[in-house]
């Protein structure tokens, strides 16, 4: 017999070498306690959460809860059912409508995640003889995406616009073209030049979709997300979101102006055959979604948390994943695996959770540290952050 497992030896080896060390499990971390959006206990120390992509800090907002809180009481705590038959409350469409009114749109699908969003808008528009063309570093349910709907996959170099028109000169003029960008690249924080980009995909005959599941809430003059604020928000024919980042809960959406829009919702697997989201989940969103179009001054001040982050480390050292912030993730380039486990552990025992992320994942095989900030972090706890990155990394050796 064959071990199935065989295939992940070199996994398990990898994590051995560095558990052996005797540093931290970085991916077994448990929060006993959250006390705020940025403020968790962990192996029972108060500690700054910096890694929780909570950009918004949503998660304890009264009217949030208490929405959360009736939902539960009147409608129950699940639906037990596909959004296709049993599954579809009042409250879900309470929340489409609270997208469609967030992004502008004619059309709002919820999905159980964002995962499920990418899977299942790709999967189905993007079928057999289909191409897809991506950014290389594009997140996973778009690759999975991609591989469900068994359309050909063109990638092209991480957010360069002449490798993506290059890509699309190429193809058969009349095939059926679909460009999949996101806003924020979650890995560096950095963002796409999507007006430049979508210009070209135009130009080729290619329909565009977004993921703006790091930028939703934050970017943008109402929050819709990199493409409000290049200024071509109409040109994209599909938006994809999630509700786990800046809405504070779990879910995704489609958002679009496409007129045969309504006909996915028999045709998309990853909605049709799953159950939909809890009455108290919708109803979170909803409320939550509502009030980020009135979030301009919580945007303001996650714009200035960024920027000092990202300043402060760039002057004790540290390398960045970008020159400025351009989003609400500041990504810390470490040296290797080891010293970016060492680095994660020093930062957790000063008190400090930020994400660990290595290789596969990460673009060039690179181990970060990424920090994702909140509109409800201080000022006080942003220098606080700082100081504890100081002395963590004085400690491991990667800033003199
Ligand atoms: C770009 C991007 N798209 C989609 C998702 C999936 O979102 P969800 O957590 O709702 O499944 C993520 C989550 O990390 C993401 O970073």
């Known amino acids: ?13 990898q994590r051995e ?17 959250v006390i705020s959006p940025t403020v968790a206990i962990c192996n029972g120390r108060e500690t700054i959460l910096l890694g929780t992509y909570n950009y918004m800090g949503m998660t304890f907002d009264e009217d949030v809860i208490a929405a959360g809180k009736d ?29 469609k ?3 502008a749109m004619d059309h709002a699908m919820v999905f159980s995640t964002g995962y499920q969003a990418n899977l299942g808008i790709i999967s189905t528009i993007a079928g057999k003889g289909d191409y897809v063309i991506l950014d290389i570093d594009s997140h996973a349910s778009i690759y999975d995406g991609c591989a469900m709907g068994n359309a050909e996959i063109v990638a092209f170099r991480h957010n360069d616009v002449e490798a993506l028109e290059k890509r699309l000169k190429r193809l058969p003029p009349e095939a059926g073209k679909l460009v999949v960008l996101e806003g924020v690249y979650s890995m560096l924080g950095d963002v796409a030049p999507l007006k430049e980009m979508i210009r070209v995909s135009k130009e080729n005959g290619a329909m565009v979709l977004v993921d703006e599941a790091h930028s939703m809430g934050f970017i943008g003059e109402h929050g819709r997300g990199v493409a409000e604020a290049q200024g071509v928000l109409d040109d994209v024919d599909f938006v994809i979101g999630t509700f786990s980042k800046s809405v504070g809960t779990v879910g995704g959406f489609c958002v679009s102006n496409h007129p045969k829009f309504e006909i996915l919702r028999l045709v998309c697997r990853p909605y049709v055959f799953t159950a939909s989201l809890p009455p108290s989940v919708v109803a979170t969103a909803a409320t939550s979604i509502r009030k980020l179009m009135h979030g301009s001054n919580k945007r303001a001040h996650l714009w200035e948390n960024s920027k000092l982050l990202h300043k402060g480390l760039r002057d004790l050292g540290f390398t960045l994943g970008t020159a400025e912030a351009q989003s609400a ?18 930062l957790l025992e000063e008190g400090l959770y930020v ?8 673009p060039a095989n690179m181990t970060l540290l990424r920090c994702s900030l909140c509109a409800e972090h201080s000022r006080a706890q942003v220098d606080e952050i700082l100081g504890r990155f100081e002395r963590a990394g004085k400690r491991i050796g990667i800033i003199g």
């Open 1 to 13: 017999m064959t071990d199935l497992f065989s295939k992940f030896d070199p996994l398990i080896q």
């Open 17 to 33: 070498t560095l558990l052996a060390t005797g540093v931290t499990d970085p991916y077994n971390l448990v929060m006993e306690k």
């Open 71 to 99: 939902a539960l009481d009147k409608f129950g705590s699940g639906t037990t059912g596909s959004r296709v038959l049993n599954g579809t409350y009042q409250g879900h469409k309470e929340c489409e409508e609270a997208l």
């Open 101 to 103: 009114e967030f992004y």
């Open 329 to 346: 993730i500041i990504a810390v380039i470490m040296p290797d695996l080891e010293q970016g486990a060492m680095m994660w552990e020093a």
């Open 355 to 362: 994400n660990l992320a290595r290789p596969p994942a990460t």
